[in-house]
T-cell receptor, first 113, second 113 residues
Framework: GNSVTQMEGPVTLSEEAFLTINCTYT??????LFWYVQYPGEGLQLLLK?????DKGSNKGFEATYRKETTSFHLEKGSVQVSDSAVYFC????????????FGIGTKLQVIP | DAEITQSPRHKITETGRQVTLACHQT?????MFWYRQDLGHGLRLIHY???????NKGEVSDGYSVSRSNTEDLPLTLESAASSQTSVYFC????????????FGPGTRLTVL
């Protein structure tokens, strides 16, 4: 079956540090890949996505590149802010057919001033 | 603006009681989903629906049921609440293809005593 692997954290960084959250996946074919973010007390919201190999998704300074050869979709940001403190979920939907999302466990990010 | 709402936001109930959590979306999406979020497990799919009168079991469906009588609503019922069902529950909706994002509600925190 499909699966998504990411570290649970928490990841603690100082403001303006570089962020990487690793995500690897297992799926057949060409899934679509997503990063969702959950701020405290809220539901998840889409941060970025990529739908085919070598695509780069980007939003709010975050980036992730769909790497088919390494089955990865690592999230990066060059300079984090306190307001980026949240839980980040990597996710995939399988190619073809209806949409059913497989989520990773979520990585908690804490950014300290 | 279109939105997805959940009610109640917080609920405390006793073991053995029947509980229904409401989910209402105004996106006119065909796809609707229920997840539970627990520490160490991320988001796990309970039930999902791809349209009116369609319901399907997810990975943790035991003890839960849903019905879809219209496009806007997918209520989640716990037939006989158990302490193991203490969790935060999220409803989500999406439209069409597998590369489209899911839109999440704000969540319901359920405590079963």
């Amino acid at each position: 079956g499909n699966s998504v692997t990411q570290m649970e954290g928490p990841v603690t960084l100082s403001e303006e540090a570089f962020l990487t959250i690793n995500c690897t996946y297992t799926a057949t074919g060409y899934p679509s890949l997503f990063w969702y973010v959950q701020y405290p007390g809220e539901g998840l919201q889409l941060l970025l996505k990529a739908t085919k190999a070598d695509d780069k998704g980007s939003n709010k300074g975050f980036e992730a590149t769909y790497r088919k050869e390494t089955t990865s979709f690592h999230l990066e940001k060059g300079s984090v802010q306190v307001s980026d403190s949240a839980v980040y979920f990597c996710a995939l939907t399988p190619s073809g057919g209806y949409q059913k999302v497989t989520f990773g466990i979520g990585t908690k990010l804490q950014v300290i001033p | 603006d279109a939105e997805i709402t959940q009610s109640p936001r917080h609920k405390i109930t006793e073991t053995g009681r029947q509980v229904t959590l409401a989910c209402h979306q105004t996106w006119n999406h065909n796809n609707m989903f229920w997840y539970r979020q627990d520490l160490g497990h991320g988001l796990r799919l309970i039930h999902y629906s791809y349209g009116v009168q369609d319901t399907n079991k997810g990975e943790v469906s035991d003890g839960y049921s849903v019905s879809r009588s219209n496009t806007e609503d997918l209520p989640l019922t716990l037939e006989s609440a158990a302490s193991s069902q203490t969790s935060v529950y999220f409803c989500a909706s999406s439209e069409g293809a597998n590369f489209n994002e899911q839109f999440f509600g704000p969540g319901t925190r359920l405590t079963v005593l």
